[in-house]
């Protein structure tokens, strides 16, 4: 009899045994099956963008528009210290756009990883330094220098407005891409759900980068009316 549950215990155990091997060589190949998709190119040709090329020549709007103003020339010494906080600012804004990978594309295809890391970057670098701390330093140097301005009501407004929109969606696109690299068997239904959702957050941070320089570019515009005159 001892004997008799000896082997009963062993059969089970073996069974056991073998039933988490399947179970592990089943997982495994679904995280292998998955991580080749998760790690697909997909081809944008950004040559055709009329949304990247907006961006571009947003950024290129801003530099001619801070170029406009002599800053040195501004007679009264608050307008001055305020118009030059704005440039700095400005400044500090493109040099963290023109130096991002995203700025600086050469190619026409890219990984989820890739379009992870340009939205990780414009969330956590290029959003706080054009919209909060553009608008921050700006609003300080102006109560600070006690002087009047015109229209910087609706910059400053645009600015934290796009500073809150931007930043919501930059957390919901960097979601939507965590959740393609939540392992699970691949499916017809999960590989198109990975692409869509890739395409999507691509798209969709192209149009935050496009955004975001625009309302710069707008800023940039109230900067030459306010202190383009030298006063």
């Not at 919209?131 to 400053?156: C, F, R, W």
């Not at 798209?203 to 309302?215: A, I």
């Amino acid at each position: 009899m001892k004997d008799y549950f000896k082997e009963i215990f062993e059969l089970f155990a073996n069974c056991l045994m073998i039933l988490t091997l399947a179970l592990s060589a089943h997982l495994l190949l679904s995280n292998v099956y998955h991580y080749i998709e998760v790690n697909k190119s997909y081809n944008y040709n950004l040559n055709e963008s009329k949304t990247y090329i907006s961006f571009k020549e947003n950024v290129k709007e801003i530099e001619n528009n801070i170029n406009k103003v002599d800053v040195d020339n501004i007679k009264d010494i608050n307008r001055r210290m305020t118009a030059l906080t704005y440039k700095s600012k400005t400044e500090q804004c493109l040099n963290e756009i023109k130096t991002s990978d995203f700025y600086n594309l050469e190619k026409n295809s890219f990984k989820p990883a890739d379009i992870y890391d340009y939205n990780k970057t414009f969330s956590s670098k290029i959003n706080s330094y054009c919209t909060l701390l553009l608008e921050a330093e700006v609003t300080d140097a102006i109560n600070k220098y006690n002087i009047k301005v015109n229209g910087y009501d609706a910059v400053k407004n645009n600015l934290i407005r796009a500073r809150d929109d931007l930043s919501t969606d930059a957390l919901r696109l960097e979601n939507r891409l965590l959740f393609n690299s939540s392992y699970f068997w691949t499916t017809d239904t999960v590989r198109n759900t990975i692409y869509n959702y890739t395409s999507d957050v691509f798209f969709t941070n192209l149009s935050n980068y496009s955004r975001l320089t625009s309302v710069i570019e707008e800023s940039s515009v109230w900067y030459v009316n306010e202190f383009g005159g030298n006063r």
